[in-house]
């Protein structure tokens, strides 16, 4: 088994990326993470779509080695769910004689059941929510062969812990832990009561949550800083209100994509206000980064982007200075205003 991964060991890399410390796990990971959801293709879950259209697997390989070959970037997210399972495939595929050079995290508990091919091909089947003591080792043998490799180096609830088995599930993670095969263990998940339980039974090295400037997550911050626990957030954008795109235009949804359900037009337009936070150093994508990046809780901020260049871009928010005191006033006058 490696050794935590070290910033020399990007030595040869020309990226300005910078690295921090994943809590107590002790892992170094880059301050900027690569979402692999968009990578895993189109699926249906219980008739919405819960997926993408397909970029393809050379493209998705190829995407993920410039990220690290170039970039520096050295943390990547996905999860058993997303594709079917084809998104772990996929970063088997790309991560294939370079292991070493990555953090991989993977999630369990969510899984597809009944997969079966709609007549334009795209997967389809039931959501099926799973973290029983007999599953989650089948999970995560599941997830290592997909992935090609013999350990995973962050493993997260995907889906509520079964209180009623969530002490054995412990007890196998951290017997995994010993074996080599995880890390660090932890949840994804909205609902900070759910991570108060995991670190009430000995199970929260990491918490991968949503957390944007709009939208912050005092709590989640506070029981992290009290017991170290690493920070992967997501959702910068805010759903893409928050990339700049949309402030004048909202995207137009079809009805068979879930985004459209939890989306409306007007929670576009009514950011639009924070379009003087962007000047001729800082696109709005990057002020939106650089106000995570300025919490210090902050481990690394996952994005679930589709080109390289919009992780180029990303990237170089690492390297930004960290917004003024006037800035986060202004974005606070704002919050107020959106929100209450």
């Not at 990326?17 to 219980?46: C, H, N």
């Not at 058993?80 to 970063?91: D, I, L, N, P, W």
């Not at 997501?234 to 909202?250: D, E, M, T, V």
């Not at 106000?291 to 260049?309: A, H, N, R, V």
Request: proline letters at 5%; one cysteine or more.
């Amino acid at each position: 088994m490696r050794d935590n991964l070290r910033i020399d060991d990007y030595s040869c890399v020309e990226t300005n990326m910078k690295y921090r410390i994943l809590g107590k796990s002790g892992l170094r990971v880059s301050e900027i993470g690569v979402g692999a959801w968009q990578l895993g293709g189109p699926l249906v879950l219980d008739g919405k779509t819960d997926g993408h259209p397909d970029v393809g697997v050379d493209f998705s390989t190829d995407l993920i080695r410039r990220c690290g070959d170039e970039l520096g970037i050295n943390f990547l997210d996905t999860a058993e769910q997303y594709g079917a399972g084809e998104s772990e495939r996929r970063v088997g595929l790309a991560l294939a004689g370079q292991r070493d050079k990555w953090i991989v995290s993977t999630k369990f508990g969510m899984q597809v059941g009944d997969v079966q091919r709609l007549p334009d091909g795209t997967p389809s089947g039931k959501r099926v929510n799973d973290v029983s003591a007999k599953q989650v080792p089948i999970s995560l043998e599941n997830s290592l062969r997909r992935l090609r490799t013999d350990h995973v180096d962050v493993y997260l609830y995907h889906s509520p812990p079964d209180r009623a088995e969530a002490e054995t599930v412990a007890r196998f993670l951290e017997s995994a832990k010993r074996k080599g095969q995880i890390r660090a263990v932890g949840i994804s998940t909205m609902k900070f009561e759910l991570a108060e339980y995991l670190q009430s039974i000995g199970c929260l090295d990491v918490i991968q949550f949503p957390e944007n400037m709009i939208e912050p997550q005092p709590r989640f911050r506070a029981l992290m800083s009290q017991h170290n626990i690493g920070g992967i957030l997501r959702g910068a954008f805010a759903g893409g209100r928050l990339s700049g795109k949309y402030f004048h235009q909202p995207p137009q949804f079809s009805p068979q994509d879930i985004r459209g359900t939890r989306l409306r037009p007007e929670d576009f337009a009514k950011f639009a206000g924070l379009e003087s936070l962007v000047n001729e150093n800082r696109s709005m994508p990057q002020a939106a980064l650089r106000w995570l990046l300025d919490q210090p809780t902050t481990s690394t901020i996952i994005l679930g982007s589709k080109t390289f260049e919009e992780y180029r871009d990303a990237t170089a928010a690492t390297d930004l200075p960290a917004l003024t005191s006037g800035e986060q006033s202004q974005i606070d006058a704002m919050r107020v205003q959106l929100v209450g």
